[in-house]
């Protein structure tokens, strides 16, 4: 089972709206990334972090989310203002060496 | 930049036959190459992985082989099962830090 916790399951937010996912990587992996996958299951890279700090960030990630992933604390993604477009399943995943772990995501819905 | 392609979307099959999905990649790097699982509304989970070229690695019945030579680790498997319904996807990372590039998946549906 995966031992990367993602919450909530499932989020429905309004247009323009502020949605806001966590994550909890698996213990003792310093690297984290957060996917987008589409409805047709098609995955985009979003953003990741070694540790704390962001190491690769598409465009679209820098200008209309939030990311951090503070020491003690669930890394988190955050949607400024949702778009239709935005819906999807948004999976976090941790890494130790080359092997990625992925959680079971957030569906967000955006009406 | 580094790639991954998998030719076929969906995949259709009677239960004990063999498959094989498609595989292919682009990098000028030293590939890490994995076969994730999908099931519906379940996380991806890593099927197989390597980086050792002309190597077959296995799990759960399914086994790839990494050819450098030709930029592919295709996934086979000799019988599938009902419970092997699900999404496969090529993945391809360079180093510990660097992103997973996906392909685009292969639908797997076995039928009885």
């Known amino acids: 089972n995966s031992k990367v916790i993602q919450t909530p399951r499932y989020l429905v937010k309004g247009q323009g709206q502020k949605a806001k996912m966590r994550c909890i990587p698996e213990k003792g992996h310093p690297v984290v990334f957060w996917y987008q996958q589409n409805k047709n299951n098609e995955f985009k890279f979003l953003i990741n972090?070694?540790?704390?700090?962001?190491?690769?960030q598409i465009d679209m990630t820098e200008k209309r989310f939030s990311a951090e992933c503070p020491s003690n604390s669930p890394c988190s993604l955050e949607i400024q203002s949702s778009e239709a477009g935005d819906s999807a399943l948004y999976l976090c995943a941790s890494s130790l060496h080359t092997e990625v772990f992925f959680g079971k995501g957030t569906r967000l819905t955006v009406v | 930049g580094d790639s991954v392609t998998q030719t076929e979307g969906l995949v259709t099959l009677t239960k004990g036959l063999p498959v094989m999905l498609n595989c292919t990649y682009q990098?000028?790097?030293?590939?890490?190459l994995f076969w994730y699982v999908q099931h519906l509304n379940e996380a991806p989970k890593l099927l197989l992985k390597s980086s050792t070229d002309n190597k077959r690695t296995e799990h759960q019945g399914f086994y790839a082989t990494l050819h450098k030579s030709s930029s592919s680790f295709h996934l086979q498997k000799s019988s599938v099962q009902l419970s092997d319904s699900a999404l496969y996807f090529c993945a391809l990372r360079v180093s510990n830090y660097n992103v997973l590039y996906f392909g685009s998946g292969t639908k797997l549906t076995v039928e009885p």
């Open positions: 972090f070694q540790n704390q700090e962001v190491l690769q």
């Open positions: 990098t000028t790097y030293s590939p890490f």
